[in-house]
């Protein structure tokens, strides 16, 4: 059974920094590439960020590119998310999303971790 | 960057047939993904590539994409298909690349 996993989110202030991971399992993980959503509280969905498979391909949503750092470690199935300059408008819940193989759908989520920007 | 424009809220009396658009610029060249998140929980894959359902979702659920709108259409609506629904494309163009969500659709069932 395909599971994604997040932690690592929480309380911090304005100007700190929070590392988010995603736990895989279930399926062969270095042979996905994976996104970061987020949804802000009674807000739509939101993307963040995408990596490829090998983790030679980033991409960022503008909203972030320059603060937050997506990366991959495929001997540990796991996904990251450094999030640094945190704003009160990254305040959200923190998605991963596998993408499937047929035309980039994400096709298996987390549960999601809420990240709470606020002094 | 790429636009994809959903109406805010669709109500549908139950049995009966709920289409919800999403609206871009030639969005029939590309490929459509659909979800359904209820309150509190993660979004999940309802149809992808246009038309096509991943396993488990029921055959009520179906989409379509021509021209500059693609739809999502619930037919035989049910109490449990109230919920938002967010619709999904790989934007590549040069200023920008990476997934692209319209603003999502309430659906209500009245």
């Known amino acids: 059974e395909v599971q994604l996993v997040e932690s690592g989110g929480g309380l911090v202030q304005p100007g700190g920094s929070l590392r988010l991971s995603c736990a895989a399992s279930?399926?062969?993980?270095?042979?996905?590439?994976m996104n970061w959503v987020r949804q802000a509280p009674g807000k739509g969905l939101e993307w963040v960020s995408y990596?490829?498979?090998?983790?030679?391909?980033?991409y960022y949503a503008d909203s972030v590119k320059g603060r937050f750092t997506i990366s991959r470690d495929n001997a540990k199935n796991s996904l990251y998310l450094q999030m640094n300059s945190l704003r009160a408008e990254d305040t959200a819940v923190y998605y991963c999303?596998?993408?499937?193989?047929?035309?980039?759908?994400?096709?298996?989520w987390g549960q999601g971790t809420l990240v709470t920007v606020s002094s | 960057s790429y636009v994809l424009t959903q109406p805010p809220s669709v109500s549908v009396a139950p049995g009966q047939t709920a289409r919800i658009t999403c609206g871009g610029n030639?969005?029939?060249?590309?490929?459509v993904h659909w979800y359904q998140q209820k309150p509190g929980q993660a979004p999940v894959l309802v149809v992808y590539?246009?038309?096509d359902r991943p396993s488990g979702i029921p055959e009520r659920f179906s989409g379509s994409n021509s021209g500059n709108t693609a739809t999502l259409t619930i037919s035989r609506v049910e109490a449990g298909d109230e919920a938002d629904y967010y619709c999904?494309?790989?934007?590549?163009?040069?200023?920008?690349?990476?997934?692209?969500f319209g603003g999502g659709t309430k659906l209500t069932v009245l």
């Open positions: 999904q494309v790989w934007d590549s163009s040069s200023d920008h690349r990476g997934w692209v």
């Open positions: 990596i490829s498979s090998s983790g030679s391909t980033i």
């Open positions: 030639n969005i029939g060249s590309k490929s």
């Open positions: 590539d246009d038309s």
């Open positions: 279930g399926f062969t993980f270095s042979s996905y590439e």
């Open positions: 999303a596998r993408v499937g193989l047929v035309r980039g759908e994400g096709d298996y």
